[in-house]
C-alpha cells in the first residue's frame, strides 16, 4: 500500500528544500550545511550566523515569487565517472557514495544537486513557502524551520481561527489585538502585585494568630497551619526570622522550615511513622508528599524535641 497523500507532501517539502537552498546559494551565497524533514516540520542550516531580518524576508519573498513563477524541476542519473564534467552543482558529491550511478536533480534556474528523494514535477506545485522560525545553532549557523504547502496551507487556516477567537475574547479587530493583549498583561501584573500585598497583610495578621496555638515542648515551638501553597510560602517567610518550626499543610503536601531544630530529622522522624508519606529536606527547610494527620508531625515534633 502506497500512501500518496504523505509521498506528494514528502514531495513539496523536500522540493521547498531545495529551492530555498539553491536561492540562498545563488543570492547570498549561504550554504545549506544540514537538513532534516519531519512529520510536522522541517529545518535548513544555512553557514551563518549573522543574517539580517531583512535578508531573511527578502530570501522567503523570492522563494514564494519563484513558486509564483514555475520552473520545471527535472531528474536524470549519470555515471558516476561523469560527475567531473556537471557544473553548476550546489554541492560537491560525497566521496562516500558508492554506486555507479548518480541522480541530479535540477530546479531550471535555481538549483542542482545530487538528490535520489521524492520531489514534485514544477515547483509551482509547492504551492506556498512558510517561514516559521529561525535561530542560532552552535555558534556559527542559522536553523530555518519552515512547512510548504498543505502543511503552509493548514497553519495559516489555524491560525487564523485563533485570531478569530482573540478577536471574539478581546471584542476587537485583527490590528487592536496585540495591544489588547499588553493591556491584559499590565492588568494583570497590577493585580497579581496587589495579590502579593493582600496575602502578606493577611499572612502578617493570622501570624499572631498561629502562635497563640502554637504547640510548645521543652521551649521548642510547632506552629501548623493548614491553607493553600501560596498563604503557605508567605508565612513560611515571615516565621523565617522566629525561632520557630512551622508545619504548613496544603493540597496533600506539607512544608516543614524552622529555624530552631533540624528539618531534616524532623522530616526522617514524620516518615518512619507515615509508611505512605516520602519527601526530604535540609536542615532549614523540606516537604513531605502523602501527609494529611497533623497529628503525626505533632508526635515526631515531641520526640525530636525532647
Sequence with gaps: YIDNQRRTDIAVQHTAEHLFSGIALKDYNLNNVGFRMGEEVSTVDLDSDSISD????????????????????LGTTIMKHEIETVTGLRKKISPKINSDYIRLVKIEGYDLCACAGFHVGDIKDIRIFKLLSHERI?????RFTFIAGDRALKDYDKKSEII??????????DNEI???????????EDLKKSYVKLLQSYA????????????????HKLALYSGDKDLINELKKLFAGDKVTFAGFYDDSVLVASEDIN??????????????????????QGNIKGISNKDVIVESFKNIAK
Design 54 to 73: 531583512e535578508t531573511i524576508a527578502e530570501l522567503i519573498e523570492k522563494i514564494n515569487n519563484a513558486i509564483v513563477k514555475g520552473a520545471k524541476v
Design 204 to 219: 502578617s495578621v493570622l501570624k499572631e494568630e498561629i502562635l497563640k496555638n502554637a504547640l510548645e515542648v521543652n521551649s
Design 178 to 188: 496585540e495591544e489588547k493583549i499588553e493591556n491584559y498583561k499590565k492588568e494583570h
Design 138 to 142: 552552535k555558534g556559527k549557523y542559522t
Design 263 to 284: 528539618c531534616s530529622l524532623l522530616i526522617k522522624e514524620i516518615l518512619k511513622t507515615e509508611i505512605n508519606g516520602k519527601g526530604g529536606g535540609g536542615p532549614k
Design 164 to 173: 478569530k477567537s482573540l478577536n471574539h475574547k478581546f471584542c476587537c479587530r
